[in-house]
Nanobody, 129 residues
Framework: VQLQASGGGLVQAGGSLRLSCAAS????????MGWFRQAPGKEREFVSA????????VYADSVKGRFTISRDNAKNTVYLQMNSLKPEDTAVYYC???????????????????????WGKGTQVTVSS
């Protein structure tokens, strides 16, 4: 399984970016997907997750109402639309996928260390004040 994230960049506070994650190597549409981020000197943290159908989504409290996760199974791609960006959103963003079909968005949010098997290389998002 390969995950390739893109779409990061430098943006001013209040601006928007859309991240994309292209997946290959297995049937993408069967699996939930997640986005995570890691700021310098901090641990990796959960951002958002989406079910295989797109019908269930979850968000970290810090991004709720500003970020929207979505997916296009025909294109094997998951997206993260980020609006009203803040300097504290600055981080490397990673898309991630579980190895098992039965992993839910709740599992990804609460126990990702146990259920995430595949990580993309990450894309840098920098928000200036």
């Amino acid at each position: 399984v390969q995950l390739q994230a893109s779409g990061g960049g430098l943006v001013q506070a209040g601006g928007s970016l859309r991240l994309s994650c292209a997946a290959s190597g297995r049937t993408f549409s069967n699996y939930a997907m997640g986005w995570f981020r890691q700021a310098p000197g901090k641990e990796r943290e959960f951002v958002s997750a989406i079910s295989w159908s797109g019908g269930s989504t979850v968000y970290a409290d810090s991004v709720k109402g500003r970020f929207t996760i979505s997916r296009d199974n025909a294109k094997n791609t998951v997206y993260l639309q980020m609006n009203s960006l803040k300097p504290e959103d600055t981080a490397v963003y990673y898309c991630a996928a579980p190895g098992r079909l039965d992993v839910s968005t709740f599992n990804i949010e609460t126990m990702y260390q146990k259920v995430i098997d595949y990580w993309g290389k990450g894309t840098q998002v920098t928000v200036s004040s």
